[in-house]
C-alpha cells in the first residue's frame, strides 16, 4: 500500500505565497509521474502541474509563471512552490503519484492520490 500526505495548504492575502509538499511512503519501487491537481467546489478536478521523474514539467496555463513544481527522488516528495496567488486558485489542492511496488515485470504502474489540502487565497 502507498500512502501520500500533504502538506502546506492555508490561508494568504492575493499576491502572496504557499508552499505544498507531498510525500509518498509505502510499498514503493519506482515513481513516475508526481502531479499537483485542484477542485474547487461544484467545479471539476484539474490538473494543475506535473513532473516525471526525469524532471519534465508541465502547467496548465493559468498558473504558468507564478507556480513551480519539483522533486526530490530520494525522499519520494514532490512540492508546489505557489507565488502571486490569486482569489481563482482557491481550492482544494491534490498530490498524485503514479507508482510501481515492486521490480517485478508483471507490476504496473498504479495512480494514488493524497487527501488533499485547502488553499484559500483572500481578494
Known amino acids: 500500500q502507498v500512502q501520500l500526505v500533504e502538506s502546506g495548504g492555508g490561508l494568504v492575502q492575493a499576491g502572496g505565497s504557499l508552499r505544498l509538499s507531498c510525500a509518498a511512503s509505502?510499498?514503493?519501487?519506482?515513481?513516475?509521474?508526481m502531479g499537483w491537481y485542484r477542485q474547487a467546489p461544484g467545479k471539476q478536478r484539474e490538473l494543475v502541474a506535473a513532473i516525471t521523474s526525469a524532471g519534465s514539467t508541465n502547467y496548465r496555463e493559468s498558473v504558468k509563471g507564478r507556480f513551480t513544481i519539483s522533486r526530490d527522488n530520494a525522499k519520494n516528495t514532490v512540492y508546489l512552490q505557489m507565488n502571486s496567488l490569486k482569489p481563482e486558485d482557491t481550492s482544494v489542492y491534490y498530490c498524485?503519484?503514479?507508482?510501481?511496488?515492486?521490480?517485478?515485470?508483471?507490476?504496473?504502474?498504479?495512480?494514488?492520490w493524497g487527501q488533499g489540502t485547502q488553499v484559500t487565497v483572500s481578494s
Open positions: 509505502g510499498s514503493i519501487f519506482s515513481i513516475n509521474a
Open positions: 498524485n503519484a503514479d507508482v510501481r511496488a515492486t521490480s517485478a515485470y508483471y507490476e504496473p504502474y498504479r495512480s494514488y
